[in-house]
Structures are given as C-alpha cells and as structure tokens.
C-alpha cells in the first residue's frame, strides 16, 4: 500500500536544480515529520533531510547543507526538497516518509514510505 507519492525527479546536469514533491494518498501528514531518503545500486538507504510537523525545525546530511532545502505546506499537505548546484553524487533513487518518531535521521523513524522518484545528475 502507497501512502506517499513523490514527483519531481528527472535528468538534469551538474549544477541544476530540481524541486521533489511528496503528497499523500488517503490521509493527512500534517501532524507527522516528514523526511527525505536517497538509495543508489548496491548501497544502503540515507538521510538527506527532515521536517518537524511544525516545520521549525529541519535537519540535512551534511554533503546536501547549502544546497538542498527541505520545506512543507500544511495546506496542502505536501512536503518539498528543493536541490540546488546538484552534483553527480547526488544521482539517486529519492523516498518520501512520514512518521512520529524521534530520531527523525534514521529509517525506523518513519512508517510510511513513498515508492521513491529517480534523480539523475549528469556530470
């Protein structure tokens, strides 16, 4: 079952920018945090960014601070990554996940899952 659908990922070369949107299928995140994995071939998932529910709070991996920001829209029910100056490096398969836990860095955090959107950089 997909809660979460993320959009927004693509090709674009070294230096561009491309903004992920995750919305929800069937119920409100507005009281969760939200945040924002990468997986390549071969390598374990990672934290890239988080969102407290009330967005005051936000967390990177330290090789996106500075070019990636996280933000969300209650309103709307749809949280963002905006990436900028994207890198090679960053060429991923992007997940989407909400949940209430409190070490928001780490996967066991989240129970809901997007089925992830593919961002390529190409150098």
């Known amino acids: 079952q997909v809660q979460l659908v993320e959009s927004g990922g693509g090709l674009v070369q070294a230096g561009g920018s491309l903004r992920l949107s995750c919305a929800p299928s069937?119920?409100?995140?507005?009281?969760?945090?939200m945040g924002w994995f990468r997986q390549t071939p071969g390598k374990e998932r990672e934290f890239v960014a988080a969102?407290?529910?009330?967005?005051?709070?936000?967390l990177y991996k330290d090789s996106v601070k500075g070019r990636f920001t996280i933000s969300r829209d209650n309103a709307k029910n749809t949280v963002y990554l905006q990436m900028n100056s994207l890198k090679p490096e960053d060429t991923a398969v992007y997940y989407c996940?909400?949940?209430?836990?409190?070490?928001?860095?780490?996967?066991?955090?989240?129970?809901?899952w997007g089925q992830g959107t593919q961002v390529t950089v190409s150098s």
């Open positions: 996940a909400a949940g209430h836990g409190l070490a928001v860095t780490r996967e066991s955090a989240y129970m809901y």
């Open positions: 069937g119920r409100t995140f507005s009281m969760y945090a």
């Open positions: 969102i407290t529910w009330s967005g005051g709070i936000t």
